[in-house]
């Protein structure tokens, strides 16, 4: 007998809602699943398994997501629950450093962090941050404001400026979501067409009414490095997977005299705070290394300092000393 499915989702301007029936289509066609609005949900009793859906705010899922987690926590505890999120940024090695908050883990999968922490009880088979799409044009007042503030903070750029249309989603991690659903609670293989079904998100929107050969997203590069007088920020990765990251992050700062304190930890990231003093002045380094499920045997690597280029040369050279140290071997992917 198959099990009975429900994705419960919230949604806004409906990016939500097309992800929704997208898994639908990739658990298949021939399975029981359900795709309701939160309005639409009397009760999860009837299910086997929920998956959960939500736009992002204020770096969490919805109001009205977490207050259905929290009416339905008891049942849902006893079931087998999926997170995902339609979100801005996905790069999950962000880190966000904004006016009177501690710097802290930003984008994707981390914005699932609060309500699986909030609620240990239901223990979700997969989660799963995907990206989203931002029509800029039609977003309300709270929305438009808040995009104007992380574009105001963001000292790495920020890439939807100057679009009508931004889109930031990365399909595969889509597929891969619905391929643990098929695996881990069905028991069924994973699809090998899934990409037959993207046209489910593809759009054939412009980016720009005025300039329709404008693209509305380019992935983020693998290997990046910025220096200005807001950040040194250096992106790459290397084959691998988090264990090994830990465990040369360790060795580099435990060969430079670097005190290495843990922020965050989860099953698909870790994000340090590598402290230094450099001619009297304490620097830290922002330090993340994370696995991407588009970009599997491989780690992420991310190193950050907001302090003022005349006094971070120092972290700047063991920032060099770090990735020459991660990337040895024949480890770092180009």
Same mark, same amino acid.
């Given at each position: ?8 989702? @919230? ?8 992800v929704a ?6 658990? =298949?066609?021939?399975?029981? %699943?359900? %795709? ?16 959960? =859906? ?13 207050? !259905? ?19 801005? @940024?996905?790069? /999950?090695?962000? #880190?966000?450093?904004?006016? +009177?908050?501690?710097?802290? *883990? ?25 990206? =989203? ?19 105001? *903070? ?15 989603? #990365?399909?595969?991690? #889509?597929?891969?979501?619905?391929? /643990? ?16 079904? $993207?046209? !489910?998100?593809?759009? #054939? ?27 040194? !920020? ?38 340090? &705070?590598?402290?230094?003093q450099y001619? +009297?002045?304490?620097?830290t380094m &922002?330090?993340?290394?994370?696995? !991407? %499920? ?9 190193? $950050?300092?907001?302090?003022?280029? =005349?006094? $971070? ?22």
């Amino acid at each position: 007998m198959s099990k009975k499915g429900l994705i419960a989702y @919230d949604t806004i301007y409906s990016s939500t809602n097309e992800v929704a029936y997208w898994l639908k289509a990739l658990i =298949g066609d021939d399975q029981h %699943v359900e %795709v309701k609005h939160f309005d639409q949900v009397i009760s999860v009793a009837p299910y086997d398994y929920v998956i959960i =859906g939500s736009y992002t705010r204020w770096e969490k899922p919805s109001k009205r997501t977490q207050k !259905f987690i929290a009416d339905n926590q008891r049942e849902l505890a006893g079931k087998q629950v999926c997170y995902f999120l339609t979100c801005g @940024d996905n790069d /999950e090695t962000m #880190v966000l450093k904004a006016p +009177g908050q501690t710097a802290h *883990l930003i984008a994707g999968r981390n914005y699932l962090m609060c309500v699986m922490d909030q609620y240990p009880d239901i223990k979700p088979v997969a989660i799963g941050g995907f990206g =989203g799409r931002e029509c800029m044009p039609h977003l309300n007042r709270i929305d438009t404001f808040q995009v104007w503030m992380v574009g105001k *903070l963001a000292k790495e750029s920020a890439p939807w400026e100057g679009l009508e249309i931004w889109e930031s989603l #990365v399909p595969e991690r #889509v597929e891969y979501f619905a391929n /643990e659903v098929r695996e881990k609670i069905l028991g069924l293989p994973p699809r090998s067409d899934s990409e037959q079904l $993207r046209w !489910f998100w593809n759009s #054939v929107q412009p980016a720009n009414r005025s300039a329709a050969d404008r693209h509305k997203y380019t992935p983020k590069k693998y290997e990046e490095r910025m220096n200005t007088k807001k950040i040194y !920020f250096s992106r790459s990765r290397i084959r691998g997977d988090l264990d090994l990251a830990v465990r040369l992050i360790g060795d580099w700062a435990s060969q430079n005299g670097i005190d290495l304190q843990e922020q965050k930890r989860s099953f698909f990231n870790v994000y340090y &705070h590598a402290n230094k003093q450099y001619n +009297g002045k304490a620097i830290t380094m &922002h330090v993340v290394a994370a696995e !991407f %499920v588009e970009d599997p045997g491989n780690v992420q690597l991310s190193f $950050r300092t907001w302090d003022k280029p =005349g006094v $971070r040369k120092g972290a700047e050279a063991d920032i060099t000393r770090a990735e020459q140290l991660l990337w040895a071997d024949g480890r770092k992917v180009g």
